[in-house]
């Protein structure tokens, strides 16, 4: 499986044809055969589709496993594509993995009070908790069990170099901080949401030069918080 994880395309600079921009992104996995899904970022629906027209092209694509909940929206309230994909063991009856898509929109809606970018609503945490809820009541995990977070505009906490538990100590950090993160300046409880859920590892993309993970010690149990860096045509570079 392979997860791309936001700004597949330049969306202002796919104006005439979003659709054939995207095909080309996904081109070297549907060649292969290989299941893929995707998050979107803040720049996806900026060309010849919207967030909602983009998303419908992609559940019909082949090897897709993108999909969008009954809750996610046209007007982007709620965000389009929050699903869940889950790995079952040899007897089709035991989850093994789980992973969770999360719409994190683009640009903060609250300018004036919380400026920059925008952040995944309290709404749809708690929908990914019903899910978690739901999908535990009706089946049994494995253990160990591997969950997994995937969404592009990374959480606050993606700041917490310091440690919470131990003061005066760092949080491990794998890979290499180079560029200023540009989480949203409100925090709508992301990381309780996560902790909940047992999710132990997020992806997220957004930081294009950033592919560092830290293990963030904010919540029950610690959760490593990375990026998956960035490439192609698009991205941009600098920062060394």
Known sequence: LVVF??????????????????LKVLAPVIERNIPWALIWGNHDHEGSLSRWDISEFTTKLPYTMFSMSPKDTMDNSFGVGNYVIQAKDASNENIALTLYFLDSHSYSRSGKIYPGYDWIKEAQWEYMKEEYDRIHSEKIFLEPHLSMAFFHIP???????????????QNAVIGNFKEGVTAPKFNSGGIRALDYMGVQVTSCGHDHCNDY??????????????FGGGGGEGGYAGYG
């Open 155 to 169: 959480i606050p906490e993606y700041l917490n170099l310091e440690s919470k538990k131990r003061p005066g100590e």
């Open 5 to 22: 994880t936001g700004d597949q395309i330049m969306g202002d600079k796919s104006i005439q044809d979003s659709e054939t921009a995207l």
């Open 213 to 226: 993970c830290v293990l963030d010690d904010s919540s029950s149990k610690d959760i490593w918080l990375c």
